[in-house]
């Protein structure tokens, strides 16, 4: 079974600090992801990495930034966060094999961030 | 224009009945892929069930079909003899093209209640 693991499940931080979180997969995916997880707005896309020290923006980068120096582990980086960063962030990895169209992202259980 | 639109926020369903959630899709890419995912109270995203533009019969995957009408741009997700453990939230999401982009949309999703 594919493992992502996120580094913390609930973290809490004050205006201004920068803020790190960490994913990890074990399955050898190319493909990471972070999505930011709001109610009534669902998933949005905020960047992902097809490769090593790849990265390329989604729908909501502003105020992210993201580090890929290993395969398996993907940052999200917030380098000031601010209250409407409060979220529910969540971090997915995929295959990009050959038969890979029909291959579902597999996801982390998520880090509730509250940023006060 | 959202490319995934749910429009049920919420559906309270008496157990062992069928369940219809509703997805409708924009896209103009003639190869892609519509993908459901379960989101339980707990947090983690499941994976349920996945179909391609180009298959030509209905996705099934145990209590949970796909009723797929490519015309008219719709994916939704059946859950049959509906159970306690369905109460989630449900997400549909969508893969445009089949190689070389691996991010997915996602649709603001529906939350499920199941009564006893």
């Known amino acids: 079974d594919v493992k992502v693991t996120q580094s913390s499940r609930y973290l809490v931080k004050r205006t201004g600090e920068k803020v790190f979180l960490e994913c990890v997969q074990d399955?050898?995916?190319?493909?990471m992801f972070w999505y930011r997880q709001d109610p009534g707005l669902g998933l949005r896309l905020i960047y992902f990495?097809?490769?090593?020290?790849?990265?390329e923006k989604g729908d909501i980068p502003e105020g992210y930034s993201v580090s890929r120096e290993k395969k398996e582990r993907f940052s999200l980086i917030l380098e000031s966060a601010s209250t409407n960063q409060t979220s529910m962030y969540l971090c997915?990895?995929?295959?990009?094999?050959?038969?890979?169209?029909?291959?579902?992202?597999?996801f982390g259980n998520g880090t509730r961030l509250t940023v006060t | 224009a959202q490319k995934i639109t749910q429009t049920q926020p919420g559906m309270f369903v008496q157990e062992k009945e069928a369940v219809t959630l509703d997805c409708t899709y924009d896209t103009s890419d003639p190869s892609y892929g519509l993908f459901w995912y379960k989101q339980p109270s707990s947090g983690e995203m499941i994976f349920l069930i996945y179909q391609g533009s180009y298959d030509q019969q209905n996705a099934t995957e145990g209590r949970y079909s796909l009723n797929f009408q490519k015309a008219r741009k719709s994916a939704n997700l059946v859950i049959s003899a509906s159970q306690l453990g369905d109460s989630a939230m449900y997400f549909c999401?969508?893969?445009?093209?089949?190689?070389?982009?691996?991010?997915?949309?996602f649709g603001t999703g529906t939350r499920l209640t199941i009564i006893p």
């Open positions: 399955m050898d995916h190319e493909n």
């Open positions: 997915a990895s995929s295959t990009s094999d050959r038969v890979s169209y029909n291959s579902p992202l597999h």
């Open positions: 990495s097809y490769d090593v020290k790849m990265k």
């Open positions: 999401a969508m893969r445009e093209g089949f190689f070389g982009n691996e991010k997915l949309t």
